[in-house]
């Protein structure tokens, strides 16, 4: 099974300040990887996939970058809606497909 | 606008069952999905069915008692969950995949499954 581990835990930043969360792999996951946004009471919408493709509707202050083992997502500078639980997600090798533990975006 | 609505959640003993339906307003030629959510916890990945041939998948902790089907006439995906756990306790969602990829590209609002005496 493959892991995503996912840094920092939470991360406090101010509106217009640039956001960089990071997922690392337990193995080589090619460019196999997606980014989720999820806030409180919703579902999870998908941002990212196979590492650097905005998925459709997504702003493009959102992007993704990596390969292999390590993963970038970077916010270029933040809006009030975009504080919430991000969440990294593998297909390269499965089942199972896996989540990362996410890491939460707040406000400083 | 795709649309996906879940229904069939509620409280139910350990060893009891439940299932959970999911209605797509499009559905034909798309891989579909279970992902779960405990309460205040992660994201976790339960079980998928093909398009192409109906081929299942699912995460070790389910196999054997969850299965998934899907009716392509009703538009309709299914989760028959068994022998249910305290730990399945979590919010239920259905979702369609992103095209040929093992992304989740919809998803509905999910259903609360509450496994409790």
């Known amino acids: 099974e493959i892991v995503l581990t996912q840094s920092p835990a939470t991360l406090s930043l101010s509106p217009g300040e640039r956001a960089t969360l990071s997922c690392r792999a337990s193995?080589?996951?090619?460019?196999?990887l997606g980014w989720y946004q999820q806030k409180p009471g919703q579902a999870p919408r998908l941002l990212i996939y196979?590492?650097?493709n905005r998925a459709s509707g997504i702003p493009d202050r959102f992007s993704g970058s990596g390969s292999g083992t390590d993963f970038t997502l970077t916010i270029s500078s933040l809006e009030p809606e975009d504080f919430a639980v991000y969440y990294c997600?593998?297909?390269?090798?499965?089942?199972?497909?896996?989540f990362g533990g996410g890491t939460k975006v707040e406000i400083k | 606008e795709v649309q996906l609505l879940e229904s069939g959640g509620g409280l139910v003993q350990p060893g009891g069952s439940l299932r959970l339906s999911c209605v797509a307003s499009?559905?034909?030629?798309?891989?579909m999905s279970w992902v779960r959510q405990a309460p205040g916890k992660g994201l976790e990945w339960v079980s998928t069915?093909?398009?192409?041939?109906?081929?299942?998948y699912y995460a070790d902790s389910v196999k054997s008692r969850f299965t998934i089907s899907r009716d392509n006439s009703k538009n309709t995906l299914y989760l028959q969950m068994n022998s249910l756990r305290d730990e399945d306790t979590a919010i239920y969602y259905c979702?369609?995949?992103?095209?040929?990829?093992?992304?989740?590209?919809?998803w509905g609002q999910g259903t609360l499954v509450t496994v409790s005496s």
């Open positions: 069915i093909r398009d192409s041939d109906g081929r299942t």
């Open positions: 196979d590492a650097s």
């Open positions: 997600q593998q297909r390269s090798s499965w089942p199972p497909l896996t």
């Open positions: 499009t559905f034909d030629s798309y891989a």
């Open positions: 979702a369609r995949h992103l095209e040929w990829r093992e992304f989740f590209h919809h």
């Open positions: 193995q080589n996951i090619k460019i196999y």
